[in-house]
């Protein structure tokens, strides 16, 4: 059974432009939840998503955003990327309510 | 405590080794804490998932115990490895019904040499 899949794994991208990571849930999860990891800190929550709508946002500002597809995969959207964007950026997939999550291994964005 | 705290930063063993790890978080309104192991370049691993007072998981060389009235728990890995090596981070499951987070620590690097 397939993990947690993120796509791309690494990526640059130019101060200003927009970029979109995505990920694949376990087969069963319905939620998915979004973490930025930078540097010498834990990840910090995004958003999470279960059917499609958006049940938790962090502390990030409207140039972030997410979607949830019919088939409970997901994409992150970050507009106007600032360097401060550098990050790694993790996907989580659990059932709601459930008693674990599962990682995927991250998209490593580098904003230059 | 208001978020999660981890201690040590980083920690630097010989092989056969036992070590231990703190995690502090907030007492009030617990609902459960998380232990994952990440290595570097991998995804990070679920190892325990506890949720009651007094609580002891045991993974083979690795346990951990739960103390919920003064929120903090104990990760321990007896006789460590090379493959042990990792950031170990905890987080706090914070939220409502439909709706949690995780609120992670900073992770303990360990580093186990031959």
């Known amino acids: ?15 200003g432009q927009q970029v979109t990571l995505r990920c694949s849930p376990i087969s069963g999860h ?23 709508e958006e049940r938790g946002r962090g502390n990030f500002p409207d140039r972030f955003s997410a ?46 | ?5 981890q201690s040590p930063q980083s920690l630097h063993v010989q092989e056969g080794d036992s070590t231990n790890f703190t995690c502090s978080f907030p007492s009030s309104n617990f609902y459960a ?9 991998k995804s990070p691993e ?22 919920t009235k003064e929120g903090y728990s104990y990760l321990y890995i007896k006789g460590s ?3 042990d090596s990792a950031t170990y981070l905890c987080a706090f499951i914070r939220g409502t019904t439909g709706f949690q987070k ?8 360990l580093l186990v040499s031959p």
């Open chain 2, 33 to 41: 804490l998380h232990w994952y192991r990440w290595e570097t370049a």
């Open chain 2, 102 to 109: 995780l609120v992670f620590g900073t992770g303990t690097r």
């Open chain 1, 30 to 52: 319905k939620s998915v939840s979004w973490y930025q990891q930078v540097l010498g800190q834990g990840p910090q929550f995004i958003f999470q998503y279960y059917e499609k």
């Open chain 1, 67 to 112: 979607r949830q597809f019919p088939n409970y995969s997901s994409e992150l959207n970050v507009n106007a990327l600032l360097l401060g964007d550098s990050a790694l950026y993790l996907c989580a997939s659990s059932s709601l309510g459930g008693d674990g999550y599962t990682f995927g291994s991250g998209t490593r964005l580098t904003v230059v």
């Open chain 2, 46 to 67: 679920a190892l325990f998932v506890m949720t009651l007072n007094g609580d002891e998981k045991k993974k083979g060389r690795i346990s951990a115990t739960l103390n």
């Open chain 2, 81 to 83: 490895q090379p493959e």
């Open chain 2, 1 to 5: 405590i208001l978020n999660v705290e």
């Open chain 1, 1 to 15: 059974d397939a993990g947690v899949t993120q796509s791309p794994t690494h990526l640059i991208k130019t101060r």
